[in-house]
T-cell receptor, first 111, second 114 residues
Framework: QKEVEQNSGPLSVPEGAIASLNCTYS??????FFWYRQYSGKSPELIMF????GDKEDGRFTAQFNKASQYVSLLIRDSQPSDSATYLC???????????FGTGTSLTVIP | ETGVTQSPTHLIKTRGQQVTLRCSSQ?????VSWYQQALGQGPQFIFQ???????GRGNFPPRFSGLQFPNYSSELNVNALELDDSALYLC?????????????FGPGTRLLVL
């Protein structure tokens, strides 16, 4: 079983819509979760991190963490064509500093 | 920009050769992690260096080795290159206090092994 699972997509949404990206993890002891955005040919860029149950909002982005269901999600409101990228979910299990990444979800925002 | 730099940006090697990749961490950061990202995959953890000591290693063979210097910059060395080593190599820096600290990535080194 993989540490982190993401739907690879592709996910397409119209401009202005809400994009919803999901990630599940296998280790219940996981303590911190990170969302990175990666444009084609570039390195991952941090969008948000979340450490505790509930929601965390930053501008158009909302990260949600549900410990009981072992999933994290990222909502992008008012999606823009510039949001088109691959979104990587990363998990830190708290025993060391290794990040476990999913394979990423490809998002396309259609103008 | 994260302030993390890597060199070189691109590299072409042949099977069996050795390669050294370099990373300068963000100012104030004491930890460097290295990841390998194959095409269409998420980054895979190679190892991490904290205060010049290896602080965790992923499922990579011993021919992947590293160093961290007193200024917290780091090197990744790969011996006996194989075709499957072709990938984007990412360095991430962080300030370690207890685990789970945010990691900031450099631009990466794209390695092609022929």
């Amino acid at each position: 079983q993989k540490e982190v699972e993401q739907n690879s997509g592709p996910l397409s949404v119209p401009e202005g819509a809400i994009a919803s990206l999901n990630c599940t993890y296998s280790d219940r002891g996981s303590q911190s979760f990170f969302w990175y955005r990666q444009y084609s040919g570039k390195s991952p860029e941090l969008i948000m991190f979340i450490y505790s149950n509930g929601d965390k909002e930053d501008g158009r982005f909302t990260a949600q963490f549900n410990k009981a269901s072992q999933y994290v999600s990222l909502l992008i409101r008012d999606s823009q064509p510039s949001d088109s990228a691959t979104y990587l979910c990363a998990v830190n299990k708290g025993t060391g500093n290794q990040f476990y990444f999913g394979t990423g979800t490809s998002l396309t925002v259609i103008p | 920009e994260t302030g993390v730099t890597q060199s070189p940006t691109h590299l072409i090697k042949t099977r069996g050769q050795q390669v050294t990749l370099r990373c300068s961490s963000q100012s104030g950061h004491n930890t460097v992690s290295w990841y390998q990202q194959a095409l269409g995959q998420g980054p895979q953890f190679i190892f991490q260096y904290y205060r010049e000591e290896e602080n965790g290693r992923g499922n990579f063979p011993p021919r992947f080795s590293g160093l961290q210097f007193p200024n917290y910059s780091s090197e990744l060395n790969v011996n006996a290159l194989e075709l499957d080593d072709s990938a984007l190599y990412l360095c991430a820096s962080s300030f370690q206090t207890g685990g789970g600290e945010t990691q900031y990535f450099g631009p990466g080194t794209r390695l092609l092994v022929l």
